[in-house]
């Protein structure tokens, strides 16, 4: 993440993108995370555009070939 071609990301970020990874539900991800399901809905779109993805999937893959999970 020191890559200035790479988003900084805050740990809440990384540990949302590896709940995600994991394929859990926002409302499951909301819960270990502790934080609302709303948060996690917005963090998640955030991520999505930070890192060009069309969708969970391919913001994992894009997550990992970053090097960010």
Do not use: W, Y
Not at 16 to 25: C, F, S, T, Y
Not at 31 to 48: E, P, T
Request: proline fraction near 3%; aromatic fraction near 2%; charged fraction near 20%.
């Amino acid at each position: 993440m020191g890559d200035s071609s790479h988003p900084s990301l805050s740990r809440l970020d990384v540990d949302i993108l590896h709940l995600v990874a994991q394929g859990l539900p926002f409302c499951e991800i909301g819960q270990l995370a502790r934080v609302s399901q709303s948060l996690v809905s917005r963090q998640v779109l955030r991520l999505m555009t930070l890192l060009g993805a069309r969708d969970r999937a391919d913001l994992v893959a894009k997550a990992e070939e970053n090097g960010l999970i």
